[in-house]
């Protein structure tokens, strides 16, 4: 196996990278730390699509872990140029779900030098809540982060303590995500089904949300914080973004409203209208209603619960961005 210098000891650490490989995407964040000073040296993505097919047959395909190794191979390399330290690959909902992950892991051990370590969907909304509060200001307290990914939909409720410390309250990572609710509801894919199929899927998201509910109170929620690929490619949308801008979207903070307007037009829309989108990345736009539908869902469930809650904050910042801060 190849030395990479993530495998050699140090006796201080300042360059680090963490690997986030989800459902759909697997992505790189390098951090350096400068004086105590915490710079962004580099931040990639990569629709891989590891999850294909795993809701059915409970197996990653050949194919998409063929894709996933290429993207880790990719990345190892840019981590080497950045003179990286120590490396860390998180691996969530599809790989948790696969009865082949092992397979999974070793492919990946064998081109990165680091074993990929498989994240409870608890301990993945907990990562998902660090990154994504630690970069917003101004929040009311308790804040509910909702991070929509491939598989699953990670919901976290936080809140603040006498001490200024943020604490999580309470956690919980539910089944659905954006390739899982169209693989679940093929007709989201058809032009011709989708409006029918998409209240069919609304419906079940309601339900599973009544599961969440019983585990993580929305009638506490005071700030509502969306994170991950589905609600910031809709808030481009409701931003009238003409090319993706993570320093417009970072931050945002829109109106229920806005944000529906922004989902039905995901819904809706035709496949080659949304790939077309200067900010939509390749591999998204056939599981973007799917995601949106999810997104439409969980506002309106905490709007209902929660009514004083009245606009969303987005943040760019997620899992990757907890795993990679906890390596300083």
């Not at 931040?43 to 190794?69: F, W, Y």
């Not at 894919?189 to 339900?207: F, G, I, S």
Request: net charge negative.
């Amino acid at each position: 196996m190849q030395t990479f210098p993530w495998n050699q000891t140090y006796s201080q650490v300042d360059t680090v990278a963490a690997v986030d490989c989800g459902t759909n995407s697997i992505r790189l964040l390098v951090l350096r730390r400068d004086n105590g000073v915490v710079q962004e040296l580099c931040r990639e993505m990569r629709i891989v699509r590891l999850g294909q097919g795993v809701e059915q047959s409970k197996l990653l395909a050949p194919e998409a872990i063929a894709r996933t190794v290429e993207a880790a191979i990719e990345y190892a390399q840019v981590c080497v140029g950045f003179g990286v330290q120590r490396l860390r690959f998180v691996a969530t909902s599809a790989t948790r779900d696969a009865l082949n992950r092992a397979e999974f892991i070793s492919a990946i051990e064998s081109v990165i030098g680091v074993v990929p370590e498989v994240l409870s969907g608890e301990v993945e909304a907990k990562y998902s809540f660090t990154g994504a509060v630690t970069a917003l200001s101004d929040l009311a307290w308790p804040a509910l982060v909702v991070d929509i990914g491939g598989g699953s939909t990670e919901f976290v409720l936080g809140d603040s303590t006498a001490s200024g410390q943020v604490q999580v309250v309470s956690a919980f990572s539910a089944d659905m995500g954006s390739v899982r609710l169209t693989e679940k509801f093929s007709g989201l894919a058809d032009e011709l089904q989708v409006r029918l199929e998409a209240q069919r899927a609304a419906r079940w998201v309601d339900k599973y949300l009544d599961s969440v509910s019983s585990r993580v109170d929305f009638r506490q929620v005071r700030s509502l914080v969306g994170v991950a690929g589905t609600v910031t490619t809709v808030t481009a949308k409701a931003l009238g973004l003409k090319k993706y801008q993570p320093e417009r979207i970072h931050g945002a903070r829109l109106s229920y409203a806005t944000q529906v307007a922004a989902c039905e037009f995901m819904i809706n829309a035709g496949l080659a209208e949304k790939a077309a989108l200067p900010y939509m990345p390749v591999g998204r736009a056939d599981v973007i209603a799917a995601g949106a539908i999810i997104w439409e869902r969980v506002m309106a469930r905490v709007h209902l619960e929660a009514p004083a809650v009245s606009v969303v904050s987005v943040s760019e910042k997620d899992i990757l961005d907890g795993v990679a801060l906890g390596l300083l």
